[in-house]
């Protein structure tokens, strides 16, 4: 082999890491854990691996898009304490915790639900756009806001008592694979099709790559960043549901932190904080590499407190990471 089909060779694996390196990543997390724990690759751990990511994931979808348009959003977990609670409180047969007349048919909670998420993320989304206020500022606001209104909503006591079709959002199987599952699958493919396929997808990147080229093509910044930050709240929503379901009760403090796990999701996930690169299929997979580590650190008995300091490096490491392409791509 001559030397410069050696440099072509290297020259391919080097762009091939470069384009598929969040998978490469995941394959060699799972290949080294299926190695040092004889668990790791049972099916009930796999299930139960993609049953927690599900949250996660779901809330990190949300996020990708505010971050696509260069925003942030710090309140998806309060958010998804607040919906989840709301609708906890329409499908709950406890006569003292629930809204009068309920319980509720399970589809008519789950509605209320996320559409208090998106009327939490509609009222961020309004005072990013209209009155250029930071977007680190207003969800950090709003953090502190849904927190408040839960704990105002539910007395500060969790709301118990879920009916059974409720609780089945999150704690049902098909097939014996948990419902949670389908969900976090069915928003990817969605997510999917509307960044990569849709008119108000390629708005999203053109506002976060450049958007006073953006707004001189005609598209309205303003209106894109409003609906990214709906459509984080729905999905944050979304996500609370399906963790009051799967606990059997809406808790005021549930979704603590979260919003940290989704970004970092998204992160580590390739997703630009500087806006315009990234998608939800890389997202998934981050969210999926934070899962699959939690587990495999549990399984090797590691201190919890031990995953926050490793999440943090892989941050900063994905950050610096974003950083260094983007120096080289100027």
């Not at 509609?122 to 209104?149: E, K």
């Not at 539910?154 to 609780?167: E, K, Q």
């Not at 390629?202 to 459509?231: D, E, F, K, M």
């Not at 963790?243 to 630009?272: F, H, K, M, N």
Request: glycine share 14%; net charge positive; hydrophobic share 50%.
């Amino acid at each position: 082999m001559t030397t410069q089909r050696r440099y072509h060779y290297l020259h391919v694996a080097l762009e091939l890491l470069k384009s598929y390196g969040i998978i490469t990543a995941f394959i060699v997390l799972c290949v080294v854990l299926s190695i040092v724990s004889d668990y790791f690759l049972e099916l009930q751990n796999i299930l139960n691996i993609l049953r927690q990511t599900s949250i996660n994931g779901i809330l990190a979808i949300g996020m990708t898009f505010v971050i696509l348009t260069r925003g942030i959003d710090l309140s998806v977990g309060s958010v998804a304490a607040l919906a989840g609670i709301v609708a906890a409180s329409f499908a709950t047969t406890s006569s003292i915790a629930g809204m009068p007349g309920a319980p509720y048919w399970a589809v008519f909670a789950t509605v209320i639900g996320i559409l208090t998420g998106m009327v939490a993320g509609g009222l961020s989304g309004t005072v990013v756009s209209r009155f250029r206020v930071p977007p680190f500022v207003v969800t950090l606001g709003m953090l502190s806001i849904a927190r408040g209104l839960t704990l105002l909503y539910s007395g500060g006591l969790p709301v118990p008592d879920l009916t059974p079709r409720f609780r089945w959002i999150g704690t049902g199987e098909f097939f014996r694979i948990p419902i949670p599952i389908f969900v976090l699958l069915g928003v990817f493919a969605v997510s999917w099709w509307v960044l990569g396929r849709t008119r108000f997808g390629r708005h999203v990147y053109a506002t976060g790559g450049n958007p006073r080229a953006a707004t001189t093509s005609g598209i309205s910044v303003g209106r894109v960043r409003l609906l990214v930050y709906v459509i984080s709240g729905g999905l944050a929503g979304l996500a609370g549901i399906i963790l009051a379901a799967r606990t059997g009760s809406g808790l005021p403090q549930a979704g603590i932190s979260y919003e940290l796990d989704a970004i970092a999701a998204v992160v580590i996930g390739g997703t630009s904080l500087s806006g315009g690169i990234g998608g939800v299929t890389g997202t998934l997979f981050g969210a999926l590499i934070i899962g699959v580590m939690n587990n495999g650190l549990d399984l090797l008995g590691v201190d919890s407190n031990y995953q926050q300091i490793f999440k943090g490096l892989m941050i900063v490491g994905a950050v610096m990471l974003d950083s260094t392409r983007r120096a080289d791509s100027h």
